[in-house]
């Protein structure tokens, strides 16, 4: 991985803010994830991430927690927080904004437990695939303290395979349809192609019950995004 997620977090953080990252899938054109997005305040956050802060308590574990924005918010309510992030760039960020506790960290090496685990702008992201999913929600459940919840917000993509017409053009002898090919780039330089996983909350919570964790629906979004907790 370049990182260059975490070249841009540093650029705009410095000041140095010239230009977006560009993202584009297997199944979408170009479009570009503009970097103040990534330093967004409480107000400036969808509904399911406000909801999903205000839900908060106890000790907090933020995963994949990009420039620090839900740790910030966070931390300055009260919360003990701690904050994690394959990006280096991220959390040299993320520990500049004033990150208590961040490590540069896959989910799946966290060993320490915690009462509320938050994964958000499409947190289902981070299991790549569908076959991935119960090897992530077994250890995200071993990571629990007792009444613990986990906080998860993802979106159904099936509207991506709509044609004009209103018909589906989704191939179903394929793999699943929220199984992307993600690819970014940042000032010309293309970035390691990433897998990225939107999971619709009917499969999460199936999955969810074939390991033993609850699966409420917690809140919907205008676009077809919704947050579930896990517990
Ligand atoms: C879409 S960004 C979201 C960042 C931040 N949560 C936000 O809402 O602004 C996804 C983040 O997850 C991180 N990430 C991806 N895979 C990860 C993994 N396996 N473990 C921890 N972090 C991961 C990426 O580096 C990136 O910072």
Request: hydrophobic share 35%.
């Amino acid at each position: 991985m370049k990182d260059l997620f975490g070249q841009a977090l540093l650029d705009y953080h410095n000041g140095n803010y010239t230009e977006d990252i560009i993202t584009e899938t297997n199944i979408s054109d170009k479009d570009s994830l503009p970097l103040p997005y990534l330093f967004r305040n409480f107000d400036n956050m969808p509904k399911l991430e406000q909801e999903a802060l205000n839900s908060c308590r106890g000790s907090i574990l933020d995963v994949g927690c990009g420039s620090g924005c839900h740790s910030l918010y966070l931390q300055k309510k009260g919360f003990t927080v701690k904050a994690i992030d394959i990006s280096k760039g991220a959390i040299e960020v993320a520990k500049q904004r004033g990150v208590l506790v961040c490590e540069v960290k896959a989910l799946i090496d966290e060993t320490h437990t915690f009462d509320t685990i938050l994964l958000l702008m499409n947190g289902t992201g981070i299991f790549e695939e569908l076959s991935q999913v119960s090897k992530y929600l077994t250890h995200l459940k071993s990571l629990l303290k007792p009444n613990g919840q986990i906080l998860i917000d993802s979106s159904d993509i099936k509207y991506m395979y709509t044609d004009e017409d209103g018909g589906y053009w989704m191939d179903m002898n394929s793999n699943y349809y929220g199984e992307l090919d993600y690819f970014l780039s940042y000032k010309g330089e293309k970035e390691d192609p990433m897998k990225w996983l939107y999971l619709d909350f009917d499969t999460l919570k199936m999955a969810c019950e074939t390991i033993g964790l609850n699966c409420d629906l917690v809140l919907e979004g205008d676009h077809f995004d919704y947050l579930a907790r896990l517990s």
